[in-house]
């Protein structure tokens, strides 16, 4: 989280209310820096579940380019938040929860929303209501989304999610090692996805056949394909699944991925099991 401290600025605006000169004034602002840094480190030491964050820009909903550092309106939210803003704690945990500007981690958003509610944000306080008892089963042996262990031949195939705020669910897919976040999508008849995430998840474009789709621009040329293996979440392993590819598309998990697991939602929340 160093990279989103943000603290360079505040140290040396206060090396100068200080009125502290050269040198000592560089090591004031190193100091004062560090220590921002440390205390975000702390508040967020506690989520193993999660990689480092990585960043991208407003119109990257794909994830394909990350940022080397946070948009600015991420830092400016991110910066917010830490000042004790309740209305952009509980912005900071939407962009956590949706991987808008940051990469998901549903364990810093259900920190940022807790924050955010104790901070007096009714939106939150209805989100932290709603996810206390969801919380609950998510402590059970059957494993949730990161939760879950791969390597215990005894696990179930289980995914659990919850939706966003816009009501949608999303949920990891790896291909050949490469994962990318999609959109559980019941009315896409496959897995789809674009050009550039084919690409990126090592999938080739030879031996695909041809095929159509209607999609919200019109009716579209795709390639389709059997890719050998798929894992939805952490948890969901699928063989031979079709997907289509379209020259451009957000990630979407569809039926040929759906039709093969019991779904289930209800109240914000949606199991997916074998």
């Known amino acids: 989280m160093s990279s989103q401290c943000g603290t360079v600025r505040v140290a040396e605006k206060a090396s100068r209310k200080l009125y502290v000169p050269g040198v000592w004034r560089g090591l004031l602002v190193a100091l004062l820096a560090g220590i921002g840094c440390a205390l975000s480190s702390v ?26 550092t946070p948009d600015s309106a991420f830092s400016k939210t991110h910066k917010a938040a830490m000042r004790g803003s309740a209305l952009e704690q509980r912005n900071l945990a939407v962009s956590y929860e949706s991987g808008y500007l940051v990469s998901r981690c549903f364990e810093i958003a259900a920190y940022w929303y807790q924050r955010a509610a104790k901070g007096g944000d009714e939106v ?94 019109g009716n579209v040329g795709t390639l389709n394909k059997v890719v050998p293996s798929i894992r939805v979440g952490n948890s969901i392993i699928l063989d031979n699944v079709e997907i289509a590819i379209l020259p451009n598309t957000p990630t979407l998990i569809g039926m040929s991925v759906l039709r093969r697991l019991k779904v289930s939602a209800a109240g914000g929340q949606m199991v997916l099991s074998r």
């Open 43 to 68: 508040a967020y030491a506690q989520f193993q579940g999660c990689e480092e964050d990585v960043y991208f820009a407003p119109g990257d909903v794909d994830g394909l380019h990350p940022l080397s």
């Open 124 to 217: 939150a306080k209805k989100w932290v209501e709603h996810d206390n008892p969801l919380a609950k089963l998510r402590a059970l042996p059957e494993c949730s989304e990161s939760a879950c262990n791969l390597d215990s031949a005894d696990m179930p195939q289980f995914l659990s999610l919850i939706a966003d705020s816009r009501g949608h669910f999303h949920s990891s897919l790896t291909i050949n090692g490469v994962t990318v976040v999609g959109v559980i999508d019941t009315g896409a008849s496959t897995v789809a996805m674009s050009v550039a995430t084919a690409n990126l998840m090592r999938i080739p474009l030879a031996g695909s056949t041809l095929g159509r789709s209607q999609t919200a621009n």
